[in-house]
């Protein structure tokens, strides 16, 4: 039900304009017309209204994969505090987490300042920033099963998919690497950074619906995942990308 009010405020918002235009043009067009209408004014209206429909229902797409709940479940996880895991988890989070939840490019996680979705010349897709993932942020919402599934699988606690996180990449971190990243996350100092929230535009929607934007899901990760040995070795260079 949250879902279908959601999708309908959206209409509301910012769909409705589109709607009036359309209508706008189709009585501008009428009106001009010489009655009886000619074959090819009735074809340009035909055209544009099956573009509008297009048009729609890939945003609609969009929007469906953006907040849907997906089907992949949380892991039963509880990450005892380990120190031994601490310097493990630092590196890692150093190495694949600080360049994008942190302004300063280091830990603490306090989140980002980069809009990934603003950049010059770009089309109006709305606003993505890193959130804050230390304790006084957004990682207080996610228990142990919860955090690794956002990390491995890109889904979010409520069960939606993540934009932007490069959970393909974190999908094949073995068990112990995640519990390392887990505890250190959660030993980092409580920032109290608000970062601003997610906004996409129907244009946004667009791309997601036309899969020229990808988003983070992943299928669910159901094996237990080995460590791979630390070295020199091209299985470890290729387990660290």
């Given amino acids: 039900m949250e879902h279908e009010l959601g999708l309908t405020a959206f209409f509301n918002d910012h769909l409705a304009g589109l709607g009036a235009a359309i209508m706008s043009l189709f009585r501008i067009e009428v009106e001009n017309a010489q009655r009886p209408w000619d074959n090819a004014l009735v074809m340009e209206l035909l055209v544009v209204a099956l573009l509008v429909a297009l048009v729609v229902s890939l945003v609609v797409s969009g929007w469906n994969i ?11 996880l509880r990450v005892a505090p380990d120190r031994a895991l601490l310097a493990r988890g630092e590196h890692l989070v150093r190495i694949n987490c600080s360049g994008c939840h942190s302004t300063s490019h280091e830990p603490p996680l306090s989140g980002g300042d980069e809009d990934f979705f603003a950049h ?22 996610y228990d142990d099963g919860q955090l690794a599934r956002a990390i491995r699988e890109g889904v979010n606690e409520q069960g939606h998919t993540l934009i932007v996180m490069p959970s393909a990449q974190m999908r094949g971190l073995s068990d112990r690497d ?29 791309m997601i619906g036309l899969h020229m934007v990808d988003v983070s899901h992943q299928l669910p990760v159901l094996q237990a995942r080995p460590d791979v040995p630390e070295g020199m070795t091209s299985e470890y260079g290729a387990y660290l990308t």
């Fill in 66 to 76: 953006v907040h849907a709940t997906v089907q992949n479940p949380v892991p039963t």
């Fill in 120 to 141: 010059p010349g770009a089309p109006p897709l709305g606003h993505i920033h890193a959130p804050n993932l230390t304790p006084g942020g957004r990682l207080a919402a």
């Fill in 178 to 206: 995640l519990a390392a990243i887990i505890t250190y996350l959660r030993s980092q100092p409580a920032v109290t950074h608000v970062v601003p929230p997610r906004e996409l535009s129907p244009i946004a929607y667009l």
